[in-house]
């Protein structure tokens, strides 16, 4: 046994019994019963989605040796039982979130419900987890934090359930404000050598989830265990521990309100206006934008820190939906960029079943993610574009005007060369060296992988 796995053990048991000392603990069948009661029966169908349920992945043996990973099932009221003990208990792989689901697919657009909003903290031992204790359930203050329902032991940190006394409705602003709310508290609750020993704090979307209570951790071998620490909680409890007012949710929100009336609309957005009133068309307006933009996103791999690996890979089949960019091509991508991303240090490894993970999110639902949202996820700092309001071909002119016409005394802002003669570099060293991988060639001829991937 490594050194490092003896650590992982040593610390789970030290946590393990201290929560113990303070806390009961609950079994996994109780615990999901415990925070989602509304499930549907078998059989029984809700036109209305009057009931929606909780959707959970769990690894089959049937599948081992296909490219089949996890299935989806419905967590069905009346087969709980027995479905606990088949599909989840003594599993090395299920995950499930807070939400519940319409349908039968667990994707953020079919989020009806949030009943339990959930964090995760990595790589906690046991002076972590007593700074947390430190800290919840005190009057808000500085880094002080709200009181959980649960405490679940992931394997090799926590995961912190806050369970709602009345499910949150998810219309589509409330999904917006939720994912604020979190972001806010993840930023409040994360804290290097206090409460984590990660140094990079992951932020994570309401529709994450979580290895399952009464499953195992497949990496360590080490059960999932969760401890009741409170009560439900309310919406209005959870504000107040938000630090920026506009993060905190507002239910009487539900949607974006306009500035305008139908007829300003008309007047004002033509396009919009025949688009959305009079054809029906409601679907996010796509772009049609350069690959450029995909291909930019893969050269700034070496920015990557290591609680952020599988989200540079979220975003880039995030960036692929932008760009139009065949799915086959950004799997194929993804492994090539693997090797690269697996040797970043992190207390958790990446596996390649991340890469399957992330390719979910190639969908039309995350066209419009905003550049504030995955600078959030992968912590890569993006300069936003600025053409002061113009449209991009009245920018253009002007710069191509600026171009040719204005003279620079000290220096050019062109590169009249053409490309750097770093290319040919690349190049013959690639050529002699065919296996090597970025990381290596970069450190070789000492560039950046950025120039790299740029003659790659």
């Known amino acids: 046994m490594s050194n490092e796995i003896v650590d992982k053990v040593k610390n789970y048991k030290e946590v393990e019994s201290l929560l113990r000392f303070h806390y009961s603990e609950v079994g996994g069948e ?71 689901y319409r349908g039968r697919v667990n994707r953020l657009q079919y ?60 219309y589509p602003n409330i999904k917006l404000q939720m994912k604020a709310l979190k972001y806010d508290l993840t930023f409040r609750m994360w804290e290097y050598n206090a409460t984590s020993m990660e140094k990079q704090i992951q932020y994570q979307s309401i529709n994450q989830g979580f290895r399952m209570v009464g499953s195992k951790n497949d990496k360590y071998g080490l059960p999932v265990r969760a401890f ?55 679907r996010a307006k796509s772009w049609d934008i350069k690959r450029d933009l995909y291909d930019w996103w893969l050269r700034q791999s070496y920015k990557v820190k290591g609680g952020h690996r599988y989200y540079f890979l979220m975003c880039m089949a995030i960036y692929a939906v932008k760009c139009n960019i065949p799915k086959k091509e950004v799997r194929e991508d993804m492994y090539k960029i693997f090797d690269e991303l697996k040797e970043i240090e992190h207390s958790n490894p990446l596996e390649e079943d ?13 066209y419009n993610f905003t550049i504030d949202d995955i600078v959030k996820l992968t912590d890569i700092p993006i300069e936003k574009n600025k053409r002061n309001y113009r449209k991009q071909k009245e920018h253009i002119k002007i710069m191509n005007f600026v171009r040719d016409n204005i003279s620079y005394v000290d220096t050019d802002w062109r590169n009249k060369e053409g490309r750097p003669s770093k290319e040919n570099l690349v190049k013959e060293y690639i050529a002699e060296n065919p ?3 970025p990381t290596e060639i970069a450190k070789n001829l000492k560039i950046s992988r950025t120039t790299v991937y740029k003659y790659i």
């Open 435 to 437: 296996d090597h991988t």
């Open 228 to 282: 009741k620490t409170g009560d439900r909680v309310t919406l209005e409890y959870m504000n107040q521990y938000v630090d920026e007012e506009k993060n905190r949710v507002d239910v009487n929100m539900p949607f974006q309100p306009t500035k305008y009336t139908i007829d300003e609309a008309k007047e004002k957005f033509p396009e919009w206006y025949q688009r959305v009133v009079v054809e029906g068309n409601r």
């Open 111 to 170: 989020a009806q419900n949030m009943n339990a909003l959930v964090f995760d903290l990595d790589a906690v031992g046991k002076n972590e987890l007593m700074n947390l204790f430190a800290r919840i359930g005190k009057k808000p203050a500085l880094r002080t934090l709200p009181q959980p329902t649960f405490i679940v032991m992931s394997g090799t940190g926590l995961h912190i359930y806050y369970v709602f006394e009345n499910p949150i409705a998810l």
């Open 354 to 366: 991340d890469i399957k993970s992330a390719l979910e999110t190639y969908d039309r639902q995350y």
């Open 30 to 100: 109780g615990f999901y019963k415990y925070i989602f009661p509304d499930n549907q029966a078998e059989g029984e169908v809700s036109g209305d989605y009057s009931k929606p349920n909780s959707v959970y992945l769990y690894k089959d043996p049937k599948d081992e040796g296909t490219e089949r990973k996890l299935r989806r099932r419905i967590m069905l009221k009346d087969t709980w039982e027995k479905d606990y003990k088949e599909f989840v208990e003594g599993n090395p792989m299920t995950l499930c979130s807070g939400l519940a």
